[in-house]
């Protein structure tokens, strides 16, 4: 069935480094991919998409790149802060009414 | 607020119980989804509605889940004969129809703990 892998579960970056997730997905008819973070305690909010059309989006420090012949989509942040951290969770859509969801990636940013 | 909300947003139930929830979405849209967050996992879709009209529904779901959309503005999610494992987060979220994919408004969700 419809899968979203992403990794790495756990990522500790300094401030002002980089920050990478990475996630691949299973259904070849997916065509939307969100991004969403979530702080401890508080709901998902959306930071960031892209449309199978795109490769590369970008917003202020966040980007996410999309390979759709490997089924593979990553998250950029640049010069992290660390109001950053939270946990992120990419996500897939085929167009119709399901968004599959990664398990996550907690990032600690350290000051 | 202008946002999702959701009802209670703590419910403590021993096993066996009946629970009930509540979504308001934001009142211009007409898609809302219910999804079901445990500890370290992304959210895990349950079901959709649009209008009233509920389109889809997770194999995941057994019978003693039931999801209603009456008049096509708040929902309501009800779990019958509750047990342990139904222990979770449950996040409601909406969003407009249209041509393209159009971003999900999360709720703060109802945390259900079953004794």
């Known amino acids: 069935g419809e899968n979203v892998e992403q990794h790495p579960s756990t990522l500790s970056v300094q401030e002002g480094d980089s920050a990478v997730i990475k996630c691949t997905y299973s259904?070849?008819?997916?065509?939307?991919f969100p991004w969403y973070k979530q702080e401890l305690g508080k709901r998902p909010q959306l930071i960031i998409d892209?449309?199978?059309?795109?490769g590369e989006k970008k917003d202020q420090r966040i980007a996410v790149t999309l390979n759709k012949t490997a089924k593979h989509f990553s998250l950029h942040i640049t010069e992290t802060q660390p109001e950053d951290s939270a946990v992120y969770f990419c996500?897939?859509?085929?167009?119709?009414?399901?968004?599959?969801f990664g398990a996550g990636t907690r990032l600690f940013v350290k000051a | 607020d202008t946002g999702v909300s959701q009802n209670p947003r703590h419910k403590i139930t021993k096993r066996g119980q009946n629970v009930t929830f509540r979504c308001d979405p934001i009142?211009?849209?007409?898609?809302l989804y219910w999804y079901r967050q445990t500890l370290g996992q992304g959210p895990e879709f349950l079901t959709y509605?649009?209008?009233?009209?509920?389109?889809?529904k997770s194999r995941l779901l057994s019978d003693r889940f039931s999801a209603e959309r009456p008049k096509g503005s708040f929902s309501t999610l009800e779990i019958q004969r509750t047990e342990q494992g139904d222990s979770a987060m449950y996040l409601c979220?909406?969003?407009?129809?249209?041509?393209?994919?159009?971003?999900?408004?999360f709720g703060p969700g109802t945390r259900l703990t079953v004794l």
């Open positions: 979220a909406s969003s407009l129809r249209g041509p393209s994919y159009n971003e999900q408004f």
């Open positions: 259904d070849s008819a997916s065509n939307y």
């Open positions: 892209i449309r199978s059309n795109v």
């Open positions: 996500a897939s859509n085929t167009g119709g009414f399901k968004t599959i």
């Open positions: 009142s211009e849209h007409n898609r």
């Open positions: 509605f649009q209008n009233e009209a509920q389109l889809e």
